[in-house]
Structure formats: C-alpha cells, structure tokens
Nanobody
Framework: QVQLVESGGGLVQAGGSLRLSCAASGRTYGSYALGWFRQAPGKEREFVAAVSQGAITTSYADSVKGRFTISRDNAKNTVYLQMNSLKPEDTAVYYC????????????????WGKGTLVTVSS
C-alpha cells in the first residue's frame, strides 16, 4: 500500500513558477514509477509527467515540455513537479500517481492516487 499526499499548490501569476511536492508513505514506494496528472474544471484528467523508479527516464505531455520538470528523491520518498512559465491554461487540480512503470503511468494505468492540490494561474 502506498499513500500519496500532494502539497505546494496555490495562486500564481502567469509567467510565474511553482513547485509541487508529493510525499509518499509505504514500504514499496521505491518499486513504483511516479507521475503527475491534472484536471481542469469541466475537463477530463490528463497526463502531465512521469518518472521511472530509478529516476533515469522521464516523459512529459507536449503541453508542458520545456516548462515543467519532474524529479524524485527516493531517500525522501518524494516526487516533485517544478512548473515554470505558467500559463492560465495550466490551472487545474494536480494529482500525484503511482504505477508499475513510467510507460503505464503515462498511459493512465495507476495503482495509487493522491487527493490533489489546486494550482491557479491568473492572467
């Protein structure tokens, strides 16, 4: 069992930055790939970024490439999402997720979800 708790959301102006954190608990944390998804009002949840168990490989949605960076610190059981050059269209609830591999996380096959943290980008 893995529990995921997100933090770091808030209100930021367009062009600004935020760093989201997701603290994980559970003995098997290190065996999971981790990712971030988001859900904007009235829209479906969508993939944002994923990182492999050993933090060797990452993948990103086209809409955030070059602006967002995912990383993980296995010693701290934490995954991060650094978000730069934020746009109003990045406004959403951001969810942390754990799955078997980076590819399956990217594909939406998720074993565990966090409860989400709200990011609001004002224009």
């Amino acid at each position: 069992q893995v529990q995921l708790v997100e933090s770091g959301g808030g209100l930021v102006q367009a062009g600004g930055s935020l760093r989201l954190s997701c603290a994980a608990s559970g003995r098997t944390y290190g065996s999971y790939a981790l990712g971030w998804f988001r859900q904007a009002p009235g829209k479906e949840r969508e993939f944002v970024a994923a990182v492999s168990q050993g933090a060797i490989t990452t993948s990103y949605a086209d809409s955030v490439k070059g602006r967002f960076t995912i990383s993980r610190d296995n010693a701290k059981n934490t995954v991060y999402l650094q978000m730069n050059s934020l746009k109003p269209e990045d406004t959403a609830v951001y969810y942390c997720a754990a799955g078997s591999t980076r590819a399956t996380v990217q594909g939406g096959s998720i074993n565990y979800w966090g409860k989400g943290t709200l990011v609001t980008v004002s224009s």
